[in-house]
């Protein structure tokens, strides 16, 4: 009888780490976040990019260009792998031709950072959209070309309890003031990963950022807001006119940059990599043609904390 049941106890044992096993890598079979089953199925018709660092750098989206890493590793992520930054680290690739027109966009990401940027390290890059002009010639132009930036500043601070994230765009088709970078603080950065969405709606002008799936602080030249909306006007005009949206045609995007600043921008690194690198780790890239509603952000927050 002991032999017996054993035997049966071994059997249900097994049946029972058969059946946790198919339900770990099976997220259909897990209940729906706002009838969503994976971040993969979150505005899945809008998305123009995904990198998800699996072993490489590579568009998952984009199969005709093949990603160069300079001295990134892949680590254990929120999903599969993960993008891992060091010092003279970064991947570059050329963008797909869905980037030359993006009414409106989304950028969202994970990161991990241990420790506060500091002056001796400098700011440090996440995504950069690139074209090749240099417009340094008007004091409203883009700088180097520079379409999207997202990055990590390094900033005087009473403790390691936030990060000062710069991000923005430059809109080429604005007849008035065309770049944005505006500032925002992830309180929640340090506790492990962290989500991040900026998000800019060419219909309203408007741009939003989140942190761990709600809208932050946004600081922009039009004041501060969780919501702000971004106008035309130049220095010393009425803004009264919204960006509208984007365009990008008369300098059509040419290189996607990761984990680095692109050289010249804002003086930070002169060369690809020499410096303003990004030391910790990112995943789950996602670039999209259209700003996310709330419920879309929250979600890819909800199912990326559950590994979905």
């Not at 890493?69 to 869905?98: I, M, N, W």
């Amino acid at each position: 009888m002991k032999k017996t049941i054993n035997y049966l106890f071994v059997g249900f044992s097994a049946l029972v780490a058969l059946t946790l096993v198919q339900c770990s890598k099976s997220s259909s079979s897990l209940p729906a976040i706002n009838g969503y089953t994976s971040s993969d199925a979150v505005a899945a018709s809008n998305l123009v990019s995904y990198f998800p660092f699996d072993g490489n750098a590579n568009d998952s989206k984009n199969s005709s260009t093949t990603a160069t890493a300079v001295g990134v590793t892949f680590v254990k992520g929120l999903r599969g792998e993960a993008y891992q930054g060091a010092t003279g680290a970064y991947a570059t690739l050329a963008p797909s031709a869905a980037y030359s027109s993006l009414p409106s966009y989304s950028v969202s990401m994970w990161y991990k950072l241990s420790a506060q940027p500091n002056n001796t390290s400098g700011p440090q890059g996440l995504f950069f959209l690139s074209g090749t002009q240099s417009n340094s010639q008007s004091s409203y132009q883009p700088v180097n070309g520079t379409l999207l930036i997202f990055e990590i500043e390094n900033h005087a601070k009473t403790g390691s309890d936030s990060l000062q994230l710069h991000h923005g765009f430059t809109n080429l088709g604005s007849a008035g003031w065309q770049g944005f970078t505006m500032n925002a603080y992830d309180t929640s950065s340090f506790k492990g990963w962290s989500h991040i969405v900026t998000t800019y709606d060419g219909s309203s002008s408007t741009y939003v950022i989140y942190a761990d799936g709600m809208p932050i602080s946004n600081q922009s030249a039009f004041g501060t807001s969780t919501s702000s909306v971004l106008y035309q006007g130049n220095s010393g005009a009425a803004a009264t006119t919204g960006q509208g949206n984007l365009s990008w045609s008369t300098d059509p995007p040419k290189a996607i940059t990761i984990g680095t600043w692109p050289a010249g921008v804002y003086g930070v690194s002169p060369t690809l990599g020499s410096n303003g690198c990004f030391l910790g780790k990112m995943d789950e890239l996602r670039i999209y043609n259209k700003a996310l509603s709330p419920v879309e952000v929250g979600s890819l927050y909800q199912l990326g904390s559950a590994g979905r």
